[in-house]
């Protein structure tokens, strides 16, 4: 049974010749009334603090939980960002690779298409001057043949034209030997120097 102050009330004893002293008693129930009312009001405030300090647990601990619930989630969303960005990195560098490597095979196939075609001009060089040579023979043979045909005095010339049989060269190795013509399709901007043969 809970009691409060107000059933500490004072009682009253019957006088005896021997009992105790009435003053005495009354003043230490008196003392023991407030001190138990004291103590039910320190009681009643520190029952207060217990529920206010159990709300406040209940609320750290369920602040605790969506903190842990939101350190898992931001651990697994930083742990997807990275594997996302190590599989975006992977995949640029496979496509730098690729790109790359296009780039060389068709640099490659641009230097062989350039070598073929110093080649096939080289040559075409070689011809040329080759048949330059003979043609510039064959007329530095032609004015030989009419210098000495010419007189030494002015005067009349009579003109003799020479028959093929007397040239002093084949009539037929003037004739061009290639006729081809020269493709200027794959014409480059760069120059080539042609060095004497």
Known sequence: MNMDSSHIEI????LSLRGYNPR?????LTKSRKDYQEIVHRNEVLGEEVKQL????KEYTSKKARLEDA??????????ISENSQEQAKLTIQ???????????????QLDKLRTELVSLNEQKRLYLTKLKSLIKSHSELLDFYEEELP???????????KDGELPF???????KNTEPVSLENDHSETITFENE
């Open 11 to 14: 009682p009253k004893f019957k």
């Open 24 to 28: 005495e008693i009354d003043q230490f």
């Open 54 to 57: 159990r709300e406040e647990i």
């Open 71 to 80: 350190l898992i989630s931001a651990q697994k969303s930083a742990q997807l």
């Open 95 to 109: 496509d730098a690779e690729i790109k790359v490597k296009k780039i060389l095979e068709e640099g490659e196939r």
């Open 152 to 162: 030494e005095k002015e005067g009349k010339v009579k003109k003799k034209i020479p």
């Open 170 to 176: 084949n009539k037929e190795g003037v004739e061009e």
